[in-house]
Each structure stands twice: as structure tokens, then as C-alpha cells.
T-cell receptor, first 109, second 113 residues
């Protein structure tokens, strides 16, 4: 069983819409959760992270945790063409970092 | 704050040759990671250092890959001999330690022909 699983997509949304990305994790002991954005040919860059004690909003981005169902979501409001990228979910159980395979998002102008 | 530095950015070698990658983490970051990212996949952890000690190298192909972080700062990852399937981007990342996030360098794109 993989530590982190994501739907690879591609996910397409029109400009201005809300994009919703999800990932599931297997280790119930995971305490922190991370979302990275990766443009084609570039390295991952941190968007935001949350701990197991609650959701977080940062500008157009909201990260939400559902501990009972073991999934984490990232909502992008007012999606822009510049948001088109692959979004990687990461968790760190047992002091290790595990990444999902990423979800490809395309925002259509 | 300077980011994670990696070199070289690109490397092309023939199979069975050797190659080395260098990484300098963000100043003060005790934890350093090497990841391998094959096109279309997520980053796969190769090795994790805490200062100059190895925390996890369970997925490092030790018959051909080696890594060191002698003074607890910069690190070198070596492949010898390289195989075609080693073609990937090698990412170095550092953090202040769990649960702080990872910060990645620009990566080294390796092509093995």
C-alpha cells in the first residue's frame, strides 16, 4: 500500500473557477501534510502545509484535512492560467517524507 | 536567505559510466534529503541525513548509489556504474527537521545513454 495516493488527472477547470485536488494517506499517525506545486521542468515549491489540528487558508489556497477518512484536499479559488502545474501532496509519518505522484491541473483561459 | 544549491544542472553520460551530484542545503538546516524523480512520477526518497548521520537509506540501490555528508553541511550523491533506468531528475532538499517542510534545490537532470 502506498503511503500517499493522488489522482494523476489531468484536471481541467476554467479560469476563475475553484480547483479541488485531493490525496489520501495510509498512516493514521501522520501529523503534518504538505502541498507542493511543480511546473514542468522545475523543482517542487511549497504552497502550504497544515498540521493535524486544523485547516488553513492562505490567499486563494485552502488546505483541509479529513482525519477520519484520511484524506487531504487543496482548494484553489479564482483559478488562474498560472496555476497550471502538477500538485504534489506529501505526508511525513515516522519522520520521513512521502510524496504522491501528483495531479496535473490545467486552467483554461 | 539563500536556497538549496545543486550542481550540475544537467548531465549526460553513457551507461556504465560514473557521475556525482553536489548539494549545499539552506544554512542551519540539519536534515538533508536526496530524491529521484522519474518523468511523470512523484519524488522518491533515496536517502535522508540528519547532520552527518544517515536516517533512512532503505530505497538507495547500494550496489551502485552512494551518498555522503561528511561535515554535516553539503552532500554528494554518486552513481557508479550508471544504468539507463537511472535517467531522472535528482533533487536535493533540506529542512530544519520534522515537522518543518522541505525546500528543494533546482535539481540535476541526468540522462544515461
Amino acid at each position: 500500500q502506498k503511503e500517499v495516493e493522488q489522482n494523476s488527472g489531468p484536471l481541467s477547470v476554467p479560469e476563475g473557477a475553484i480547483a479541488s485536488l485531493n490525496c489520501t494517506y495510509s498512516d493514521r499517525g501522520s501529523q503534518s501534510f504538505f502541498w507542493y506545486r511543480q511546473y514542468s521542468g522545475k523543482s517542487p515549491e511549497l504552497i502550504m502545509f497544515i498540521y493535524s489540528n486544523g485547516d488553513k487558508e492562505d490567499g486563494r489556497f485552502t488546505a483541509q484535512l479529513n482525519k477520519a477518512s484520511q484524506y487531504v484536499s487543496l482548494l484553489i479559488r479564482d483559478s488562474q492560467p498560472s496555476d497550471s502545474a502538477t500538485y504534489l501532496c506529501a505526508v511525513n509519518p515516522r519522520n520521513q517524507f512521502y510524496f504522491g505522484t501528483g495531479t496535473s491541473l490545467t486552467v483554461i483561459p | 536567505e539563500a536556497g538549496v544549491a545543486q550542481s550540475p544542472r544537467y548531465k549526460i553520460i553513457e551507461k556504465r559510466q560514473s557521475v556525482a551530484f553536489w548539494c549545499n542545503p539552506i544554512s542551519g538546516h540539519a536534515t538533508l534529503y536526496w530524491y529521484q524523480q522519474i518523468l511523470g512520477q512523484g519524488p522518491k526518497l533515496l536517502i535522508q541525513f540528519q547532520n552527518n548521520g544517515v536516517v533512512d537509506d532503505s530505497q538507495l540501490p547500494k550496489d551502485r548509489f552512494s551518498a555522503e555528508r561528511l561535515k554535516g553541511v553539503d552532500s554528494t550523491l554518486k552513481i557508479q556504474p550508471a544504468k539507463l533506468e537511472d535517467s531522472a531528475v535528482y533533487l536535493c532538499a533540506s529542512s530544519q527537521g520534522i515537522p518543518s517542510p522541505l525546500h528543494f534545490g533546482n535539481g540535476t537532470r541526468l540522462t544515461v545513454t
